[in-house]
C-alpha cells in the first residue's frame, strides 16, 4: 500500500546518524542522499523512508508511530542497543508484547526529532 514516507527533521545529519544505527540494525541502508534529504531502503535510489531537513519539524502527535520489519529478535535488540548511542531515546526495551501477540517481539524508540519508532518481528522464533 505505501511506496514511502517522509518525515521531516530539524537536523539532517543528526538523524541520519540515528537512522544509520537503528536502521541499519535490520539490514537497510541509505540509497541516496544529497545536503537537504537522506534516504533509506534496500535498492539505490528507491527510498522506503526518507529523511527531509525541515528547520521547525515537529512529530506527530499521540499515537502515531512507524514500526519497521525486523528479520530477527537479535536484529531488534541491535536496533534498540545500536539507536540508543546516537541520540535515541528509549520507549520500550527490547521483548515480548504479549498484549499484540504470543510471537509479538518489539522495541520501541524516540528518534532526536521526537519522531516514535518501532522494530518488530511478528513469528515463532527459528
Do not use: W
Not at 528547520?55 to 535488540?77: D, I, K, T
Not at 539507536?83 to 524516540?110: E, I, S, T
Request: aromatic fraction near 10%; charge should be negative; include cysteine.
Amino acid at each position: 500500500m505505501l511506496h514511502h514516507i517522509s518525515i521531516g527533521v530539524r537536523d539532517i545529519d543528526l538523524s541520519a546518524r540515528f537512522y544509520d544505527a537503528a536502521l541499519g540494525a535490520m539490514g537497510y541502508r541509505r540509497v541516496f542522499e544529497d545536503d537537504t534529504a537522506v534516504g533509506y531502503g534496500l535498492v539505490d535510489g528507491e527510498d522506503l523512508l526518507c529523511l527531509k531537513l525541515r528547520v521547525n519539524a515537529q512529530p506527530p502527535g499521540e499515537g502515531f508511530h512507524l514500526a519497521f520489519a525486523a528479520p530477527s529478535r537479535a536484529a531488534v535488540q541491535s536496533f534498540h542497543a545500536s539507536a540508543l548511542k546516537v541520540g535515541g531515546a528509549c520507549n520500550g526495551a527490547p521483548g515480548l508484547r504479549l498484549d499484540y501477540g504470543d510471537h509479538y517481539y518489539a522495541a520501541f524508540l524516540v528518534d532526536p526529532d521526537g519522531h516514535r519508532i518501532e522494530a518488530v518481528i511478528n513469528g515463532s522464533p527459528p
